[in-house]
């Protein structure tokens, strides 16, 4: 994260077969990504997915208020 309460802190993020999948978001499961500190990140803000056949890692946002940006691009 770039601002915020995240911001400076990093996490690492398990994708686990068969989906390689994870949602992050305030009110995501605690199996999840759950950022429950920052009132700028949606309820279900985006999701991760690991595509095996491409050996990449997607994101993909999930219609949130505020959008999603990888390395300071929307």
């Known amino acids: 994260a770039l601002e915020g ?3 400076g802190k990093t ?3 398990l994708l ?4 390689y999948t ?3 978001g305030r009110t995501v499961s605690d199996q999840e990504f759950l950022l429950d500190e920052d009132p ?5 803000h985006a999701t991760f ?3 095996v056949e491409k050996d990449c890692l997607q994101i993909r946002d999930e ?3 505020n ?4 390395d300071s691009k929307v």
């Open 49 to 51: 997915k690991w595509n």
């Open 40 to 44: 700028e990140i949606s309820g279900h």
């Open 16 to 19: 686990k077969a068969p989906k």
């Open 5 to 7: 309460p995240y911001a």
């Open 67 to 70: 959008g999603t940006a990888l």
């Open 11 to 13: 996490r690492t993020i």
């Open 22 to 24: 994870c949602r992050f």
């Open 63 to 65: 219609h949130s208020f």
